[in-house]
């Protein structure tokens, strides 16, 4: 027996690690020290290709087409996605790289007149191994450009990298803050948001429109949910109101109970949830009886998105959210990339489709501003910076100086609409910037909202 | 008062599902010898299967029906076929941990990536009052679910003639089949009796607590503690470990959410120390 008791230990003890590896934990490795060797099985990564490449380049440009700058080579644009395609985040990453491969097919795979080649690379949420992937990128694969990134600690480690090599690396989800502020650097760009105007937005609506004053907060316990909950936390109590209770389930932690049972009673519970935590945290907030108190609930853009909100079920209706985007958007270029995905991949467009997508249309755009030569990196950046996207489907957007996006917010609820659940945008915010009311040197000389944790009850 | 009657009751709920999702486990170490590390992908590919029975049909009872008897035939299947030609440990470990990654994979490739939840039976869709508190009473139905089961597999074990073969066989298994007793035979329908316990728990836990990828090894985690701190073979001591870790699991979380993991895995190490057989198994 006791000879089993060892088997079964260390078999434990594997597993406990495997487990601590994913994405539950995920702290950002120093770059220095990433593996030289690329890893000897890089599962499914998938690579794809034009889908519909010309069998036979023609050898001559066509009469009718301008010819491209002189210095423009004809050789196709490469550019990497480096997304997560297995793991927790496996459907996230997946929205994320077709957001983008739309936009390219909608186009023929050309953008200003060069094809555009596409190399798909999952990073499986680990930091290391997105390090690994975005070197192989460059370093084989040549890439001019990487976009993507589902995961901030992947983020962080293959950014300095990029950036070291002079690629741009645009990012088109993660949202830590520090990568457009204190990690801010001019290769690296960003046209999701950063974590905490969400909850900026959130607390400033419910102070102004709904007169909350005392609140409880509750966020996934890593850099997010503190972002998230933070900027709400730092608005609200900046307004007069009062944070009563923070709490911090752990983030993949399926079972929201030890925590939705003593949620104090307040004006407003604000939380940061996402996936498989956000998918069963609403229904316990009904279950739960919080719901009915009445306790609005508000919170990330995430805790009810498309792919999990006709899941909730009614205790679901209701909820609100602040954030850069929300699905059931009212605008010609939103109910387009809807519709076309739809037909595309029939499956929902998500939140995580269209930074991707409308990265498409900047690319594009800062291309043909510098006639397709994406060889001059220097230029392509300046370019770039000035990238201006008056229709994005969540509306007008371009770059701060620190390349974070600057974009309408909106503050969304679930509502039925024709039979079908959805998040309506209730209040914009327009040109909202990471800093939302204050100036770049204020926020900056502020505490980080990560160090903020635990501070916020008074 | 409150706060100690509502987490209490939370820890029960989450315990009972753990015993689900353990007493296999535990039946096929103690008695089977097997380590099987597959054990997780039944409690995973059971509540997808229950899920999409659920979608089809609309009926709760159908998919955990449906859920478990497919999961058990897998459980046979793999028990028969292969787990009983290998009587090396490290060969089943390495072979079950192959299983582990394929189902997990298959079901990723079936079901997609997108978390799931599988919609509570109407009756028990929302909160019921308890004193001063409220308590989702789906988790109410959870704590029967979990305590009908204990007593059937008591009867089982303890009031039948198929529990006594099997622990006869268990004491002495040469001696047993020379009594007639087909030995083989009764192992593989443990076997698979413990693959369809965990599929239960993955339908009845897949209604609370969601379903995603990567699931199969979180619930592996939990069941190997429950087996450790219960002692291998004993169903009595995977009943109290699974309530023990349930309530420890939820305490710990309300309490010092930072610690969600010591709070399971420090009781299990004293445990070890003290009693390396774990609380009810036998040296």
Known sequence: ?458 | MNFWILQSLNGLSYGMLLFLLAAGLSLSFGLMNIVNLAHGSYFLVGAYVGLTVMERTGNFMAAVVVGAISVGILGLLMQRLLLRRLTDHLAQVLLTIGFLFILGDLSLVIWGGVPQIIPKPPLFEGPIRIMESVFPSYRLLVIGVGIVVAIFLWWLQDRTAMGANVRAAVDDEEMAGSTGINVALLMTVVFGLGAAMAALGGVVGGAFLTIFPGQDMDVLLLALVVVIIGGLGSLKGAFVAALLVGLLDNFGKALFPELALFTIFAPMAIILAIRPTGLFGRA
Request: hydrophobic share 40%; proline share 8%; net charge neutral.
């Open chain 1, 1 to 458: 027996m006791d000879k089993r008791i060892g088997v079964i230990g260390s078999i434990v003890l594997m597993i406990a690690l495997l487990v601590s590896c994913g994405p539950g934990a995920t702290p950002a490795p120093t770059p220095t020290k990433a593996p030289v060797a690329a890893p000897t099985a890089a599962p499914k990564a998938a690579e794809a290709t034009p889908t519909a490449a010309p069998a036979a380049k023609p050898t001559t440009a066509p009469a009718s087409q301008p010819t491209p700058a002189a210095k423009a080579p004809t050789t196709p644009i490469k550019i990497g996605i480096l997304t997560t395609l297995t793991g927790v985040f496996a459907a996230p990453g997946a929205d994320l790289r077709d957001g983008f491969l739309l936009y390219l097919a909608e186009k023929g795979n050309k953008l200003a007149g060069r094809e555009v080649q596409v190399i798909v690379e999952d990073d499986e949420v680990k930091p290391d191994v997105g390090l690994t992937k975005a070197k192989k990128l460059v370093e084989r694969d040549g890439v001019n450009l990487v976009l993507g990134v589902i995961s901030s600690g992947v983020a962080l480690s293959a950014g300095p990298y990029l950036a070291q090599n002079k690629k741009v690396f645009l990012i088109t989800n993660a949202g830590a803050d520090d990568l457009t502020q204190k990690a801010a650097n001019p290769y690296i760009f960003r046209n999701s948001f950063a974590n905490s105007t969400g909850g900026m937005v959130a607390a400033d609506w419910g102070y102004k429109q709904k007169g909350w004053r005392t609140a409880v907060i509750l966020g996934s316990d890593y850099a997010a949910g503190w972002e998230w909950t933070g900027g709400f936390a730092r608005v609200f109590t900046d307004l007069g109101g009062k944070i009563i209770q923070e709490l911090y389930p752990p983030l993949g932690n399926p079972d929201p109970a030890p925590f939705v049972s003593q949620l104090q009673k307040a004006d407003v519970t604000y939380v940061f949830q996402a996936g498989a935590d956000a998918l069963s945290f609403v229904p316990a907030y009904a279950q739960y009886g919080v719901k009915a108190r009445p306790q609005p609930l508000i919170g990330n853009y995430g805790i009810t998105d498309l792919s999990i909100l006709p899941k909730q079920g009614e205790a679901a209706l209701g909820v609100l959210q602040g954030g850069p985007f929300a699905e059931g958007l009212d605008t010609p270029a939103n109910k387009a990339l809807t519709k076309a995905f739809k037909d595309k991949y029939n499956r929902d467009a998500t939140i995580f489709t269209e930074p991707a997508y409308t990265a498409g249309r900047m690319i594009e755009k800062a291309l043909e501003a510098v006639k397709g030569n994406i060889e001059d990196t220097d230029a392509f950046v300046k370019a770039l910076e000035t990238v201006e996207i008056p229709d994005a489907p969540r509306g007008a957007v371009k770059f701060d100086k620190l390349h974070n996006i600057v974009s309408p917010f909106y503050v969304s609820e679930v509502q039925r609409v024709g039979g079908q659940v959805n998040n309506m945008a209730i209040a914009t915010y327009p040109n909202t910037t990471q800093f939302f009311k204050w100036t770049p040197e204020e926020w900056l000389k502020m505490t980080p909202l990560s160090e903020m944790k635990g501070k916020w009850v008074k």
